[in-house]
């Protein structure tokens, strides 16, 4: 088992940045793939960035290309988010997932463990 808790959300202005922090426990982190999620008011769950734990390789949705980047510090045990240029449509509630698959994951069904989720607004 694996418990994530996220936090840095917050309000910022449009072109503003956060940093999203998703901190896990229990099993040795470093060797689960990573990801993270949003979801806004009233529509599903989508893929935003994910991370596998072995060779460094990463994947984005192309909404979020150039402008987000996730990251991992195994020692710490913690997952981020960076998150520059924001947008109003980058409004949502973001969850990090882990999954001891191993590759890329976009797909939710991957994932076999879920933090709470953290909110991000975004303000025009």
């Known amino acids: 088992q694996v418990q994530l808790v996220e936090s840095g959300g917050g309000l910022v202005q449009a072109g503003g940045s956060l940093r999203l922090s998703c901190a896990a426990s229990g099993r040795t982190f470093s060797r689960f793939a990573v990801g993270w999620f949003r979801q806004a008011l009233g529509k599903e769950r989508e893929f935003v960035a994910a991370?596998?734990?072995?060779?460094?390789?990463?994947g984005y949705a192309d909404s979020v290309k150039g402008r987000f980047t996730i990251s991992r510090h195994n020692a710490k045990n913690t997952v981020y988010l960076q998150m520059n240029s924001l947008r109003p449509e980058d409004t949502a509630v973001y969850f990090c997932?882990?999954?001891?698959?191993?590759?890329?994951?976009?797909?939710?069904?991957?994932?076999?463990?879920w933090g709470q989720g953290t909110q991000v607004t975004v303000s025009s």
């Open positions: 997932a882990a999954t001891l698959r191993l590759g890329v994951w976009r797909s939710l069904r991957e994932y076999d463990y």
């Open positions: 991370k596998d734990w072995s060779k460094g390789n990463t």
